[in-house]
């Protein structure tokens, strides 16, 4: 698979199971409120579906930073 697929998976995988469920607000926004909040009553299993939930967004940062290196790397090389 070329990087431009990888990044429009991740970003599909992003919007969707990374967002969900949207109401009232996005899951994965509640978590990191939570988190940055101190954390208070958060069990392992909160933990584990922050990560679950994180992991197409810290796919699609991978993904574009890849994309940024290897065009600075073609601009440089050419």
């Given amino acids: ?3 431009n697929r990888n ?3 991740a970003l599909i995988a992003s919007l969707t199971l990374g967002l ?3 109401s009232p607000e996005p899951h994965i926004w509640g978590k990191l409120k939570w988190i940055a909040g101190g954390g208070d009553g958060m069990k392992l ?3 584990w579906d922050t990560f679950m939930h994180g ?3 810290l796919l ?3 993904f574009v930073f890849l994309f ?3 065009s600075f790397k073609k601009a ?3």
């Fill in 1 to 3: 698979m070329n990087l």
């Fill in 7 to 9: 990044i429009l998976l």
């Fill in 20 to 22: 969900a469920p949207f």
């Fill in 45 to 47: 299993m909160d933990y």
């Fill in 55 to 57: 992991a197409p967004w």
């Fill in 60 to 62: 699609l940062i991978y």
């Fill in 68 to 70: 940024v290196v290897r």
């Fill in 76 to 78: 440089t090389d050419a």
